[in-house]
């Protein structure tokens, strides 16, 4: 199961910027968390999902911390200081719309949301090909059902 889900789970923080350390400390913290919630875990959940808003809330709290910490150094350089807040406006929004993705996708069918996680997040980039083995779907399916999902994904985001 760590083999799966780790290169996505650590792909999160790096995609904000962390650095390697933070972003493996990050994931360290995601995979802690998901062993002390497995009793709690409703059989239908989906774990990559689960884990992906797991590591970006973490993500989110530790540039939050940064972000506090970086201004409370720079306080009395109030140029620096806007400087970094507009930086950090950035990734808050950045997140904030990631969030909202993430639970547009919660909201699709295993299906849908399967096949966009293969397409759009999964760090390896696959081939249609390799998308449909992995889907059990015919190639020439996935770009019109890809379509229709993200229509769907587009109502469920208004």
Not at 47 to 62: D, E, Q, S
Not at 95 to 105: F, I, K, N
Request: aromatic share 6%; net charge negative; with cysteine.
């Amino acid at each position: 199961m760590l083999d799966k889900y780790e290169r996505i789970v650590f792909s999160i923080p790096r995609k904000y910027g962390l650095t390697p350390a933070d972003a493996a400390d990050v994931t360290q913290l995601t995979f802690t968390i998901l062993v002390q919630s497995m009793d709690d875990m409703p059989e239908d959940s989906t774990l990559g999902a689960w884990l992906t808003t797991v590591a970006h809330r973490h993500t989110w709290r530790l540039l939050q911390r940064a972000r506090r910490e970086n201004i409370n150094k720079l306080e009395v350089q109030d140029e620096s200081a806007s400087a970094l807040a507009s930086g950090d406006d950035e990734y808050l929004n950045h997140w904030e719309l990631t969030e909202r993705l993430d639970h547009g996708l919660l909201l699709l069918s295993e299906r849908c949301r399967d096949l966009l996680s293969a397409l759009y997040l999964d760090p390896e980039q696959p081939s249609y090909i390799q998308v449909a083995e992995r889907l059990g779907m015919a190639v020439g399916s996935i770009g019109p059902t890809r379509i229709r999902c993200l229509e769907r994904l587009r109502r469920v985001l208004e």
